[in-house]
């Protein structure tokens, strides 16, 4: 059974530009959730996505969006970075038919310059 | 609006000594409780899970935790630690049943252990 994978595993951007992070969910697994986390801090989620839409969101501005293909692996967009999106990105990876047993891969480290 | 407190930023132990990390909880409905360990630069390993049943759940690791509704609680144990089990400790919590819903995470329990 192959686990949460995400890549990159670190990025530099610098403040404006766009940054892709991507993630292949769990095998059996068609629910992704991408979390962010910030130095010190726990994670805190951005959105979930389900056969392939948007199915709940936390507290982000819309400049960071999602995609899921059909083999329900992921994508995090960021546009027009900032620094405070430094952080560390995690995927973590669920089915919806059972209990909420999320599954989290390594993460993506982001620095904004 | 559910919320997760963890008290203790950081908890210094000395090797083989017990360890209890608090972890308290606001939440709507009955919670579906975690506890996650994090090492440096990792990602998150689950490592117990409480929805129902037995207030004491059994985890990896040698690990254990109490759900106490009164106190809404769900306090992480170990009998003795090791210098491995240093690492950053993360209670969550969450409806369920998994659709559009999220983990609410605390802020984390940094752990050192001395020799």
């Known amino acids: 059974e192959t686990g949460v994978t995400q890549s990159p595993t670190h990025l530099i951007k610098t403040r404006g530009q766009q940054v892709t992070l991507r993630c292949s969910s769990q095998s059996g697994h068609n629910t992704v959730s991408w979390y962010q986390q910030a130095l010190g801090q726990g994670p805190q989620f951005i959105f979930q996505?389900?056969?392939?839409?948007?199915?709940g969101r936390g507290n982000f501005p819309p400049r960071f969006s999602g995609l899921q293909f059909p083999n329900y692996s992921s994508e995090l967009n960021v546009n027009a970075l900032e620094l405070d999106d430094s952080a560390l990105y995690l995927c973590?990876?669920?089915?919806?038919?059972?209990?909420?047993?999320?599954?989290f891969g390594p993460g993506t480290r982001l620095t904004v310059l | 609006a559910q919320s997760v407190t963890q008290p203790d930023i950081h908890i210094t132990v000395s090797e083989g000594a017990s360890l209890e990390l608090r972890c308290n909880y606001s939440?709507?409905?009955?919670?579906?409780l975690f506890w996650y360990v994090q090492s440096p630069g990792q990602g998150l390993q689950l490592l117990l899970k409480y929805f129902s049943g037995d207030t004491l759940v059994q985890g990896i690791k040698g690990f254990e935790a109490e759900f106490k509704r009164s106190q809404s609680s769900f306090n992480l144990r170990k009998p003795s630690v090791h210098w491995s089990d240093a690492a950053e400790y993360f209670c969550?919590?969450?409806?369920?049943?998994?659709?559009?819903?999220?983990?609410?995470f605390g802020g984390g329990t940094r752990l050192m252990v001395k020799p």
């Open positions: 973590a990876s669920s089915s919806p038919d059972g209990p909420n047993e999320q599954f």
């Open positions: 939440y709507g409905a009955t919670p579906y």
């Open positions: 969550a919590v969450g409806p369920y049943n998994n659709a559009g819903n999220m983990l609410t």
């Open positions: 996505y389900y056969r392939e839409e948007e199915n």
